[in-house]
């Protein structure tokens, strides 16, 4: 009969089942997001063992067969962690043996769980990026249409919720556009600050193996290794933590956009409305029609927020080197990419159907919105910026209107141009990355 499959540290001495159970946590259920990652991270650690001869060709070559079996079972929904496995580095080890016999025993050399879950964060963390940009790109086109579409309409511009300085529903979205492109070089940053390869390093202080860390990194499509075992563990929490933070910040600017979506379509101002196939219903009140959709896009941008923290107490706490605590920086960061990448398909929705109410906008284009405009044409005659100030306010006090403009507030084609080419900037950037990718995957093949 053959040996049950055994967690990787067990060796016969009794355990406590409670605390077994309160050690595992959820992670096998969050392991499955990394089991693709995982069988990625360990063909490229085969072939180095194979490279530094600690593998025959054979051992490889089954290795590599029975990694790639366990990626497609799991694509299909076929594999599973079982609990009393703990997580898909064992799960994955456990099949491995089953199916490659003492190959599978040798695949652990030379590396700890500690630096295998670093890359396999790493690799997954690098593939949601890759994504947010995509879903970023979305929206930002979808703002870009519906600036060309409604983007003339003058609306009114607030400071301190009070009307200001005459606006545009173009120089309003065009901000938030704006915000995007910020987060996508942000985006971009991060991608970056990801691209250093984690293993090989051990349980934190280097292996006294001759392992060729730079042919790993090629494998796997990093550009550098990185070089301090210790800061390897360090840098657990400290990437999610960063991941996290760029993903809230994507949050908040689709926060503040759901935010003057839900004031401007109050029925006090009316300027927007949503179509009846993006709002609910109430129970009780028939005639309600709710803006659910725009409520939940201002949760979830501060729920993400909520990750972050999650990840300052548990990681920015902590001494150097590898701590259980760690464990728990796996979920938040996950919840994070699968969050912001729904808020950013819901917002494109919203911004491509929402509706622009032109006579309520028109009508709340007052004269005193031009009051500036009007001094800095006194400007323009010589008149000093004060004295032009003083009298503009007397001429309103005594009922006289400044002269309107129709091109006040207007966002030009120029700038949205530059948008546009900022974006393309960005993704070509971003070609390295997903190419590093490719690269990634093709360490499964035979």
Known sequence: MAEAPRRLWDKGAPLDELVHRFSVGDDSVWDLRLVQA???????????????????????????????????????????????????????????????????????????????????????????????????GDLLHTLLARIQRDGAQPMPGYTHLRPAMPSSVGQWLHAHAEGLLEQGRATLDLLDRLDACPLGTGAGFG?????????????????????????VQNSRGRLERYFARVAADIGAVIERLAWDLLLFSTAEFGFFSLPESLTTGSSIMPQKRNPDVLELMRAHGARLRVRTLELDWVAGKLPSSYHRDLQLTKEPALRAADEVCTLLVVAARVVELFIVHGDRLTAAMRPELYATEEALRLVETGVPFRQAYRQVAADLSAGRAPRASAQAGQVGADELTAVAADWSAIIQQADRFRRAEQTAARALAP
């Open 207 to 231: 292996v006294p193996l001759r392992l060729d860390r730079a042919f790993t990194a090629e494998l796997l499509g990093f550009s550098r290794v990185q070089r301090s075992p210790i800061d």
């Open 38 to 136: 995982d069988c990625i991270g360990s063909a490229a650690h085969a072939r180095t063992l194979h490279r530094a001869g600690l593998l025959s060709d054979a051992e490889l070559a089954s290795l590599l067969s029975g990694l790639r079996t366990i990626a497609e079972e799991h694509r299909h929904g076929r594999f599973t962690i079982p609990p009393a496995l703990e997580d898909c580095h064992t799960a994955i080890e456990a099949r491995l043996v089953a199916h490659c016999g003492p190959a599978g025993e040798r695949i652990h050399t030379g590396r700890s769980r500690n630096d295998q879950v670093a890359t396999a964060m790493r690799l997954v963390m690098r593939s949601d990026a890759l994504h947010w940009l995509d879903r970023l």
